[in-house]
Nanobody, 119 residues
Framework: VQLQASGGGLVQAGGSLRLSCAAS???????MGWFRQAPGKERELVAA???????RYADSVKGRFTISRDNAKNTVYLQMNSLKSEDTAVYYC???????????????WGQGTQVTVSS
């Protein structure tokens, strides 16, 4: 599986961005997720979605971010609303045949896309 992330950029606090991650291979059967890493901080799992569409989110983004997938387009999205300066980070999409969680290193990673939220 190859993953290609896009959609990052500079946005003002309170604004929105949508990240996309295009996948090749047997995408529809894979668990997908978005991680982020800010300078000087550990990488964290932001959101994950199962092959069946079940989702979960980090507490810090619940109610603001939405992860979704379009299996026909082999793409997973992260809609980010009400962005805050603390959301500034490099965002990575990831895929795994079993699960994407905080306790398991995903098998496949895309390149990062920078999200910068100005206050």
């Amino acid at each position: 599986v190859q993953l290609q992330a896009s959609g990052g950029g500079l946005v003002q606090a309170g604004g929105s961005l949508r990240l996309s991650c295009a996948a090749s291979g047997s995408y529809s059967r894979y668990y997908m997720g978005w991680f982020r890493q800010a300078p000087g901080k550990e990488r964290e799992l932001v959101a994950a979605i199962s092959s069946g569409g079940s989702t979960r989110y980090a507490d810090s983004v619940k109610g603001r971010f939405t992860i979704s997938r379009d299996n026909a387009k082999n793409t997973v999205y992260l809609q980010m609303n009400s962005l805050k300066s603390e959301d500034t980070a490099v965002y990575y999409c990831a895929a795994d045949p079993l699960v994407v969680s905080t306790t398991r290193e995903p098998r496949y990673w895309g390149q990062g896309t920078q999200v910068t939220v100005s206050s």
